[in-house]
């Protein structure tokens, strides 16, 4: 295999402390070329150890491969290994002077639809590949679905096997025009069409020489370069609150702090802010962090945060602005994607987890379900069966402070837990919600102690 | 205020995540514990429930599975540690469970107390009525753990599934067990071995000593370098030198091998291990090297 495993092109102990960080998922069949091309990716950047390569050449020959398999070098359980294919999603890693990087490697068999929704729903980026000798088929519509229903906001087509049409510019425009076409339905903000071959390393890392028609940029130079800043939604405040630190100590006696990830939006000292679902209006006293105070927190940041006044806060509570906060509510509508053998049914009971809160919910009406591969919407559905995805009407024991997905991917997804079991069963993407009835805002007593 | 980024760096992005899990856990389980061994991860978990609960206590014990093969430096490091933080430390102790003929001493040169620490660590678990075990295992350091999820369900027998994980979405993790069963929860999940180095650098943390090069009495086996100790059977023409070293990871004094090293910094390690061209468990542990999915089958039995 040529490569530079030695030279140094890439090296990652130099200015590495303003790096940022892109997490990506990749979905494609094992003919896809998919973990070639992510073996291309971690070779090329250096990522695969001499003693992990060795091991792979070795298992290669004793299964004669008859090549260096590097799918080997992703397929991390027994059973993977021996079926040659890829069930779970496994985390990969590497980096670059610019980034540094989170791969999901998922699955992408449709009877594993779970395991990629599971590593999408994390992802900045999807990557998506295409044969380019079979162009698109039923599962790169799904896998593209799939990466705009959990809304990442990039969407990376990688053609390849580019080098098996003889580097044709005209296979590659009819595929880019063919999705483009029917991804306009998708909703997604940012797609780019990137052709490559993943064996012979063109365009994966560097321009390749034997597209000279291609001028766009190497998957490596679009994943360190494609901006991700502006994904975050810094506009809505919302932060659930996960623990409350009281030490009681004689020199922390009087310490009430809210400790939490901010979900999204900027909260600094001095901010007014409504605590839901009580209606409590206060002001941010300090915000901490390690030890210290910060002027100003904002995603993903862990923090606690102090407020002026003594108000009820507790866990599952949620910490906003008075003019901007989520719907409390009883009664949402998802789109869900169903992770378990028992089906869902209209009046199935589960535990429902939303940011720190916990409820029950029961399923009051299944609207449809989507067939994943031709977005058909089948409204006669009476159950969602495993992997299946559709839209349901639930109704829940206790208000939720929701969101929809689509403005806030924390404060609108849930998951939906068989109590039975104990498995999660459900992934959940809200679309909307109804109102509750929300108490008034009331201002707090200042120093009423209790 | 308009001038403001809100960039965060990558390893900011990773404490906060390990942070968010870590109280998570606090919430949701009713008997957590923290598993420390004394080595780097570990220590940066200490570190990390720091930030997660201070000024408040842990809401969690700490606990040490001592295999009585331990590198004294870091036993002497572990007390002196547990009591700057003034927290409860509990030692389940592999002696122990040997004495009391739950495990069999293996015998001969190859020996190892490695196996047998799975045991002494589910009896503690049951012992205490842990539901969570927090531990410091990377995604990246092996195969099968690049499969693991954050959270992950163990049966009343403390085995691992890989087959039947539950499926791990957003930042939405189910810690739900009935009793008996519990959860290990890996906060450090997705820091490489190169983010936990320079983690430690930029925190200022102190390692135990052995992290830096020293000169010690070794002797050469399957290319790797061990510690001379009471604790190993030296075979035909293995002969003992003195070299310089320093170990890349902290287990059994049996098991782990030193690699040959000058670095004596912390800025001196952080270069080597971002030139490294081998994995550290790799290089160092002979027990990830018995067969070719070792650590799966430990791992479906209950180790770390």
């Given at each position: 295999?040529?490569?530079?495993?030695?030279?140094?092109?890439?090296?990652?102990?130099?200015?590495?402390?303003?790096?940022?960080?892109?997490?990506?998922?990749?979905?494609?069949?094992?003919?896809?070329?998919?973990?070639?091309?992510?073996?291309?990716?971690?070779?090329?950047?250096?990522?695969?150890?001499?003693?992990?390569?060795?091991?792979?050449?070795?298992?290669?020959?004793?299964?004669?491969?008859?090549?260096?398999?590097?799918?080997?070098?992703?397929?991390?359980?027994?059973?993977?290994?021996?079926?040659?294919?890829?069930?779970?999603?496994?985390?990969?890693?590497?980096?670059?002077?610019?980034?540094?990087?989170?791969?999901?490697?998922?699955?992408?068999?449709?009877?594993?639809?779970?395991?990629?929704?599971?590593?999408?729903?994390?992802?900045?980026?999807?990557?998506?590949?295409?044969?380019?000798?079979?162009?698109?088929?039923?599962?790169?519509?799904?896998?593209?679905?799939?990466?705009?229903?959990?809304?990442?906001?990039?969407?990376?087509?990688?053609?390849?096997?580019?080098?098996?049409?003889?580097?044709?510019?005209?296979?590659?425009?009819?595929?880019?025009?063919?999705?483009?076409?029917?991804?306009?339905?998708?909703?997604?903000?940012?797609?780019?069409?990137?052709?490559?071959?993943?064996?012979?390393?063109?365009?994966?890392?560097?321009?390749?020489?034997?597209?000279?028609?291609?001028?766009?940029?190497?998957?490596?130079?679009?994943?360190?370069?494609?901006?991700?800043?502006?994904?975050?939604?810094?506009?809505?405040?919302?932060?659930?609150?996960?623990?409350?630190?009281?030490?009681?100590?004689?020199?922390?006696?009087?310490?009430?702090?809210?400790?939490?990830?901010?979900?999204?939006?900027?909260?600094?000292?001095?901010?007014?802010?409504?605590?839901?679902?009580?209606?409590?209006?206060?002001?941010?006293?300090?915000?901490?962090?390690?030890?210290?105070?910060?002027?100003?927190?904002?995603?993903?940041?862990?923090?606690?945060?102090?407020?002026?006044?003594?108000?009820?806060?507790?866990?599952?509570?949620?910490?906003?602005?008075?003019?901007?906060?989520?719907?409390?509510?009883?009664?949402?509508?998802?789109?869900?994607?169903?992770?378990?053998?028992?089906?869902?049914?209209?009046?199935?009971?589960?535990?429902?987890?939303?940011?720190?809160?916990?409820?029950?919910?029961?399923?009051?009406?299944?609207?449809?379900?989507?067939?994943?591969?031709?977005?058909?919407?089948?409204?006669?559905?009476?159950?969602?069966?495993?992997?299946?995805?559709?839209?349901?009407?639930?109704?829940?024991?206790?208000?939720?402070?929701?969101?929809?997905?689509?403005?806030?991917?924390?404060?609108?997804?849930?998951?939906?837990?068989?109590?039975?079991?104990?498995?999660?069963?459900?992934?959940?993407?809200?679309?909307?919600?109804?109102?509750?009835?929300?108490?008034?805002?009331?201002?707090?007593?200042?120093?009423?102690?209790? | 205020?308009?001038?403001?980024?809100?960039?965060?760096?990558?390893?900011?992005?990773?404490e906060a995540e390990a942070i968010h899990?870590?109280?998570?856990?606090?919430?949701?389980?009713?008997?957590?514990?923290?598993?420390?061994?004394?080595?780097?991860?570990?220590?940066?978990?200490?570190?990390?429930?720091?930030?997660?609960?201070?000024?408040?206590?842990?809401?969690?014990?700490?606990?040490?599975?001592?295999?009585?093969?331990?590198?004294?430096?870091?036993?002497?490091?572990?007390?002196?540690?547990?009591?700057?933080?003034?927290?409860?430390?509990?030692?389940?102790?592999?002696?122990?469970?040997?004495?009391?003929?739950?495990?069999?001493?293996?015998?001969?040169?190859?020996?190892?107390?490695?196996?047998?620490?799975?045991?002494?660590?589910?009896?503690?678990?049951?012992?205490?009525?842990?539901?969570?075990?927090?531990?410091?295992?990377?995604?990246?350091?092996e195969r099968a753990r690049a499969k693991?999820?954050?959270?992950?369900?163990?049966?009343?027998?403390?085995?691992?599934?890989?087959?039947?994980?539950?499926?791990?979405?957003?930042?939405?993790?189910?810690?739900?067990v009935r009793k008996g069963e519990h959860?290990?929860?890996?906060?450090?999940?997705?820091?490489?071995?190169?983010?936990?180095?320079?983690?430690?650098?930029?925190?200022?943390?102190?390692?135990?000593?052995?992290?830096?090069?020293?000169?010690?009495?070794?002797?050469?086996?399957?290319?790797?370098?061990?510690?001379?100790?009471?604790?190993?059977?030296?075979?035909?023409?293995?002969?003992?030198?003195?070299?310089?070293?320093?170990?890349?990871?902290?287990?059994?004094?049996?098991?782990?091998?030193?690699?040959?090293?000058?670095?004596?910094?912390?800025?001196?390690?952080?270069?080597?291990?971002?030139?490294?061209?081998?994995?550290?468990?790799?290089?160092?542990?002979?027990?990830?090297?018995?067969?070719?999915?070792?650590?799966?089958?430990?791992?479906?039995?209950?180790?770390?």
């Amino acid at each position: 295999m040529p490569g530079p495993a030695g030279n140094g092109r890439i090296d990652v102990t130099r200015g590495h402390r303003a790096s940022d960080l892109l997490r990506f998922a990749t979905a494609g069949s094992v003919d896809d070329g998919k973990s070639t091309l992510i073996g291309r990716l971690l070779y090329e950047t250096k990522q695969i150890f001499a003693d992990q390569l060795e091991h792979v050449e070795e298992t290669s020959r004793r299964r004669g491969d008859g090549y260096v398999n590097l799918a080997l070098l992703t397929d991390g359980l027994r059973a993977e290994r021996e079926q040659g294919i890829t069930i779970d999603v496994a985390y990969r890693y590497f980096a670059t002077p610019r980034r540094k990087f989170i791969i999901a490697d998922t699955p992408g068999h449709e009877q594993y639809t779970r395991n990629m929704v599971t590593g999408a729903s994390t992802a900045d980026l999807a990557v998506v590949l295409i044969d380019a000798r079979k162009g698109v088929v039923e599962q790169s519509r799904r896998h593209a679905f799939i990466a705009s229903l959990l809304r990442i906001p990039h969407l990376v087509f990688c053609v390849n096997k580019m080098d098996l049409v003889d580097y044709d510019e005209e296979v590659f425009e009819r595929i880019d025009e063919e999705i483009s076409g029917w991804a306009a339905k998708l909703d997604v903000s940012d797609i780019t069409f990137i052709p490559v071959s993943a064996l012979n390393g063109d365009n994966v890392v560097e321009r390749s020489e034997n597209m000279p028609w291609y001028c766009g940029p190497s998957l490596l130079y679009h994943l360190e370069h494609v901006h991700i800043g502006s994904d975050r939604n810094l506009i809505d405040a919302r932060f659930p609150v996960q623990w409350v630190i009281r030490p009681m100590s004689d020199e922390h006696h009087d310490y009430r702090g809210y400790a939490g990830q901010i979900a999204s939006g900027t909260f600094r000292t001095g901010d007014p802010v409504i605590v839901l679902p009580s209606g409590r209006q206060t002001r941010i006293a300090r915000i901490d962090v390690d030890g210290g105070t910060v002027e100003e927190a904002f995603p993903p940041l862990s923090v606690t945060m102090l407020l002026e006044d003594e108000v009820d806060v507790s866990r599952g509570d949620m910490i906003c602005r008075a003019h901007n906060h989520p719907v409390p509510t009883q009664e949402l509508d998802a789109m869900v994607c169903w992770m378990a053998d028992a089906p869902l049914q209209a009046r199935g009971r589960y535990a429902i987890k939303h940011t720190t809160r916990n409820a029950r919910a029961v399923v009051e009406d299944l609207r449809y379900r989507i067939d994943v591969n031709t977005l058909h919407r089948d409204e006669s559905a009476a159950a969602l069966g495993l992997n299946e995805i559709g839209r349901v009407h639930l109704r829940t024991s206790a208000p939720l402070l929701v969101d929809e997905y689509r403005r806030n991917r924390t404060t609108g997804s849930f998951i939906l837990i068989d109590e039975s079991t104990n498995s999660t069963v459900g992934a959940g993407m809200i679309l909307s919600a109804e109102r509750a009835e929300h108490p008034e805002p009331e201002r707090a007593a200042t120093g009423s102690g209790h | 205020m308009q001038a403001m980024t809100y960039e965060v760096s990558h390893l900011r992005v990773l404490e906060a995540e390990a942070i968010h899990i870590m109280r998570e856990v606090a919430a949701e389980l009713e008997h957590p514990v923290l598993l420390f061994s004394g080595g780097k991860d570990s220590l940066v978990l200490l570190h990390l429930a720091t930030k997660a609960f201070r000024p408040g206590r842990f809401p969690f014990p700490v606990m040490h599975v001592d295999t009585g093969h331990n590198f004294p430096e870091v036993l002497e490091f572990r007390d002196r540690l547990i009591a700057r933080l003034d927290e409860r430390l509990i030692v389940a102790s592999v002696q122990e469970s040997i004495d009391s003929g739950r495990v069999a001493e293996e015998t001969g040169p190859r020996a190892s107390r490695n196996r047998l620490q799975t045991v002494t660590l589910l009896d503690a678990i049951a012992e205490h009525g842990f539901d969570a075990a927090f531990g410091g295992a990377r995604r990246d350091e092996e195969r099968a753990r690049a499969k693991e999820r954050v959270f992950s369900f163990r049966d009343d027998f403390g085995q691992w599934e890989p087959k039947a994980q539950r499926p791990e979405l957003w930042s939405l993790y189910n810690g739900r067990v009935r009793k008996g069963e519990h959860v290990r929860v890996f906060p450090i999940s997705n820091w490489t071995e190169l983010d936990v180095w320079q983690y430690i650098a930029e925190e200022g943390l102190e390692l135990p000593p052995i992290y830096f090069a020293h000169r010690r009495e070794v002797f050469r086996r399957d290319g790797m370098l061990y510690a001379v100790s009471p604790f190993v059977e030296l075979m035909d023409g293995e002969e003992p030198f003195e070299a310089s070293v320093r170990y890349r990871t902290v287990g059994d004094m049996s098991c782990t091998g030193a690699v040959e090293s000058t670095a004596a910094s912390l800025e001196q390690v952080v270069d080597e291990i971002a030139a490294t061209r081998i994995t550290e468990r790799g290089e160092t542990r002979a027990d990830d090297r018995v067969t070719e999915a070792a650590m799966e089958d430990r791992k479906r039995e209950g180790y770390f």
